[in-house]
């Protein structure tokens, strides 16, 4: 002070306090950076596993969409029928599309690894609800909707093949001891009304599913390109 270099001594401070500064800033950028990779880098692999576990989730509902679709064409074909010779042979196979039911569990591994993580770690808003909406809510409408359908077999089916089957594979063929369970009017044919309706409802449910997972991979397509 008595040689008058205050001045430098505060020059020199703050000199030193920019660079202090700068290279907090600098590492905080580069540790953002790393930060920003790392979750780029989690958002690529786990939009990697959803969509395939959505690939195999489509695959079987798809096959459940189908055998739905068989068992209102047979339902059809038991109502509508003008009970030939042909029809009777016939009745074995219709029946088995009919008296039968299927079973769903979507895949969700990747879906609760991502939920653990926080949602947020998917960027895109649209793709972020779309998930949302299949996994915590088509998904369980589709199980309910298959799950209605074993129901009847259970409850509604079962007692009628105590007593009427003489011979059965499950999805293959259903030998009745008598085809007027059938050919007339009785419960086995209201049961079947009331089926094919549940049938219709639940492959409409399923095909809605399908859709939502179909709009899912085109956005997680996009995302990966």
């Given at each position: 002070?008595?040689q008058?270099k205050?001045?430098q001594?505060?020059?020199?401070a703050?000199?030193e306090?920019?660079?202090v500064?700068?290279?907090?800033?600098?590492?905080?950028?580069?540790?953002?950076?790393?930060?920003a990779r790392?979750s780029?880098?989690f958002e690529?692999e786990?939009?990697?596993q959803?969509k395939?576990?959505l690939?195999?989730d489509?695959?079987s509902?798809?096959?459940i969409s189908?055998?739905?679709?068989?068992a209102i064409l047979s339902?059809n074909k038991?109502?509508?029928?003008?009970?030939?010779?042909q029809?009777?042979?016939?009745?074995k196979f219709?029946?088995?599309?009919v008296i039968?039911?299927?079973?769903?569990?979507?895949l969700t591994n990747a879906?609760e690894?991502?939920?653990s993580?926080g949602?947020?770690?998917?960027?895109?808003k649209?793709?972020?609800?779309?998930?949302?909406?299949?996994?915590?809510?088509?998904a369980?409408h589709?199980?309910k909707?298959?799950?209605?359908?074993?129901?009847?077999f259970?409850t509604?089916?079962?007692?009628?093949m105590?007593?009427e089957?003489?011979?059965?594979?499950?999805?293959?063929y259903?030998?009745l001891?008598?085809?007027?369970?059938?050919?007339?009017?009785s419960?086995?044919?209201n049961?079947?009304r009331?089926?094919?309706?549940n049938?219709?409802g639940?492959k409409?449910?399923?095909n809605?599913?399908i859709?939502?997972i179909d709009?899912?991979q085109?956005?997680?397509t996009?995302?990966?390109n």
């Open positions: 002070m008595k008058n205050t001045s001594y505060f020059k020199y703050i000199g306090i920019v660079l500064v700068i290279g907090i800033l600098i590492a905080l950028s580069i540790n953002n950076w790393n930060e790392k780029s880098a690529e786990i939009l990697t959803v395939a576990n690939i195999k489509k695959l509902l798809e096959d189908l055998s739905f679709q068989n339902s038991i109502l509508e029928s003008q009970w030939s010779a029809d009777k042979d016939s009745l219709w029946l088995a599309d039968m039911f299927d079973r769903f569990q979507p879906y690894v991502l939920k993580k949602l947020d770690q998917v960027k895109n649209e793709l972020r609800f779309l998930l949302g909406t299949y996994y915590d809510d088509k369980n589709a199980i909707s298959i799950e209605d359908i074993e129901e009847t259970k509604d089916w079962i007692p009628i105590r007593e089957v003489l011979d059965m594979e499950f999805k293959t259903v030998i001891r008598d085809n007027k369970l059938f050919s007339e009017e419960m086995a044919r049961i079947l009331i089926n094919r309706d049938f219709n639940g409409n449910t399923i809605g599913t859709k939502t709009k899912i085109d956005i997680i996009k995302e990966l």
